[in-house]
């Protein structure tokens, strides 16, 4: 009798451990590429976004969201949960030819959802490094990737010229790939459908798909263009059409998870990687700036998080969040553990998200301190910061931008047929500016001169950060990496 009951609470326990290990959400996080703050429906664009909308409607839109101005380092703080000035990364972007990477010396987000026990795929944009097979995706937590290395490319060809460096984008796990012809929306969200159908449901899904969309160069079938040809900006119709390729895309995708029975446990994650690009057919306004920038235009970030498992639904939220908090909140919700990281930026926001408790609230976000930046004017008398130096900083409800910002002009998008330029003279020397954000959120009216115990408090923060900056990491270009050598592919070439 006692055998035979051992034998039952046995097979109880194993019962339930499976049903709670098959029960942890699927993730889904897509990235877009210069997806502009006045570029998704419900912001009020005349871009159409239908499937967006309605996913961030039934979802938390995150109104109060920050990412990075450029592509690599929203990627690297996604990826590794810590600031670029505790990467190395804060300067610029990884271009094809640099021998450089996001350090290996930290498990990245794929590792720890593996850890977790997760299936773990990437499709498209990486970014982050390719010059040794050690900061391939596959080397870094996951089980398949598919997709190209670089920042940039043809969306057809998938070719990349780098200066006189010239070749092919485009990798299946570590091997060359070649789709010629294929538009890489309908090809990366095709492969991620195949991944998803092909999934074993029994085990979590992690799947990162950083779409090329809808970054330059301006491309799209025609027929996307076609409801927009009212717009008579041709890149901004072009660009029209890319978002919604991409929305078409998103919702044929987000069908599959529901053919495979796998959508009522799967937690979505949308953000853009930075501010839209003004000069190829993004909008951010009514933010000042746009990608590249330190103004809000830059880094507000397009964002919202979709779930059956959230406890609330169908609200915005305002609660302060960085990109660097996926990583915590992730890996929390997968039920594995920080155990090797070194110490992270980013900070565990699911409660904050799913049910609105500020468990975790976050006060500041480190923008960036780049020093290789050129400095602009003087230094304040009596500063713990060196305020020529470009950096930013967010502090409860305050910013403070000093160097230099990038142009901080408000661009409305083409069809108010207005140019609302109001930058900073190119010859001023000014270097401080200070807003409260949470009352001017477009960045009209600068209180430096009139708080400057508040300019004073927020430059001894940020010395406080400088002081645990690693050396940028930002490596001369390497002949060796010209394709070429290798097959005419971009690929690892140490």
């Not at 485009?170 to 195949?194: E, K, M």
């Amino acid at each position: 009798m006692l055998r035979t009951l051992h034998v039952l609470f046995v097979l109880v326990f194993l019962a339930c451990s499976v049903r709670g290990k098959s029960a942890r959400p699927h993730i889904l996080f897509i990235l877009a590429d210069d997806f502009g703050y006045n570029d998704i429906g419900y912001h009020g664009s005349e871009i159409k976004t239908p499937n967006l909308d309605k996913l961030a409607g039934e979802g938390i839109k995150l109104e109060n969201y920050y990412v990075q101005p450029i592509c690599t380092p929203t990627r690297s703080q996604l990826m590794s949960g810590r600031y670029q000035i505790h990467t190395g990364l804060q300067h610029g972007i990884i271009w094809p030819s640099q021998p450089n990477g996001l350090p290996l010396d930290s498990p990245l987000l794929p590792q720890k959802m593996k850890e977790a026990g997760y299936s773990t795929h990437a499709v498209g944009k990486w970014h982050l490094g390719f010059y040794k097979k050690e900061y391939l995706p596959t080397s870094r937590g996951f089980d398949s990737y598919f997709g190209y290395l670089t920042g940039s490319e043809d969306y057809y060809s998938h070719h990349r010229c780098y200066g006189r460096m010239c070749g092919t984008d485009l990798r299946d796990d570590t091997a060359p790939a070649n789709f010629s012809g294929v538009y890489s929306t309908h090809l990366f969200t095709q492969r991620a459908a195949d991944i998803v159908k092909k999934h074993n449901t029994d085990q979590p899904l992690f799947l990162y798909l950083p779409f090329q969309s809808v970054h330059a160069p301006l491309q799209v079938p025609e027929k996307y263009i076609q409801p927009y040809l009212h717009i008579k900006d041709k890149h901004r119709r072009t660009y029209a059409g890319m978002v919604s390729a991409m929305d078409d895309a998103i919702g044929n995708l987000t069908e599959v998870f529901k053919q495979k029975g796998m959508w009522d446990n799967t937690l979505l994650v949308f953000s853009t990687d930075n501010g839209g690009q003004i000069h190829e057919g993004g909008n951010n306004y009514p933010l000042r700036g746009w990608k590249a920038s330190l103004w809000e235009g830059g880094m507000h970030g397009v964002g919202f998080v979709h779930g059956q498992m959230l406890k609330r639904k169908g609200v915005v939220s305002k609660d302060l969040m960085h990109v660097t908090d996926w990583f915590p909140t992730l890996v929390s919700l997968a039920g594995g553990n920080l155990n090797g990281t070194k110490p992270l930026d980013g900070v565990d926001q699911w409660k904050t998200l799913s049910e609105g408790l500020a468990v975790n609230p976050r006060k500041t976000i480190l923008h960036n301190i780049d020093p290789r930046f050129r400095p602009v004017g003087l230094k304040l008398p009596n500063s713990p910061f060196d305020n020529r130096i470009r950096a930013a900083l967010r502090m409860g409800d305050w910013k403070l931008i000093t160097g230099n910002p990038g142009n901080g002009s408000w661009v409305p998008p083409p069809y108010m047929n207005s140019w609302h330029l109001e930058a900073e003279n190119p010859s001023s020397k000014k270097n401080i500016w200070l807003f409260n954000i949470t009352a001017d959120p477009y960045e009209h009216n600068d209180v430096s001169n009139t708080m400057p115990h508040v300019v004073m408090q927020m430059l001894g923060l940020l010395a406080e950060y400088n002081d645990t900056a690693v050396p940028c990491r930002f490596p001369p270009e390497d002949p060796k990496a010209d394709p070429k050598y290798h097959g005419g592919y971009w690929g690892p070439w140490q």
